[in-house]
């Protein structure tokens, strides 16, 4: 099992385990639920221990519960897939389920926390992510990033990548 356990300045960022699979977590992906940009979508908890399980044993993947350090509070996931054994190049998606965290730079701070540590890690080159067009809240914070837009399709979305070896530069 990939274990991971970390501290950013507000949240603490450790592996995904079965029991976070919680209703809570279930209803910020109903289809109810604002975030339409979700691929993924369990309807049922043992979908969603099914769904955390089949990343526990890749080494390629760091599926990472995204907790509040005062509260205590499961507010959301990242999930950092590294194409190849290289390390070099790794995918990410961030889900940010508790509204309350939304729009206060959460995402900014675990996906510079992540990348910084995948550098020093793994000297990993490259972040990619995939983001629905029309959600351009979403954009615009992974432009200020440091993403910049690589490939668009009208129908599908877009393709952003951030260049990590700027990181060193700074």
């Known amino acids: 099992m990939n274990t991971f356990k970390a501290s950013t300045n507000r949240f603490i960022l450790r592996t995904l385990i079965e029991s976070d699979a919680t209703i ?36 390629l993947v760091y599926f990472l519960a995204i907790i509040d350090q005062q509260s205590r509070q499961h507010i ?33 701070e675990i996906i510079h926390y992540f990348a910084d540590y995948s550098v020093k890690k793994f000297n990993t080159k490259i972040m990619t992510l995939g983001v629905d067009i029309k959600n351009t809240p979403a954009i615009k914070a992974y432009e200020k990033i440091g993403f910049k837009t690589k490939k668009m399709n009208p129908n599908v979305g877009i393709i952003m990548n951030w260049d990590l070896t ?3 530069k700074n």
């Open 166 to 168: 700027e990181l060193n």
């Open 76 to 108: 959301g996931n990242v999930k950092y897939i590294f194409k190849n054994n290289d390390f070099k190049e790794v995918e990410m998606g961030i889900l940010i389920g508790n509204e309350r965290y939304r729009g206060i730079g959460v995402a900014a």
């Open 24 to 59: 809570e977590y279930l209803s910020w992906l109903s289809p109810e639920s604002k975030l339409k940009f979700i691929e993924h979508k369990p309807k049922e908890i043992s979908e969603l221990v099914s769904y955390i399980n089949q990343f526990k044993d890749n080494p």
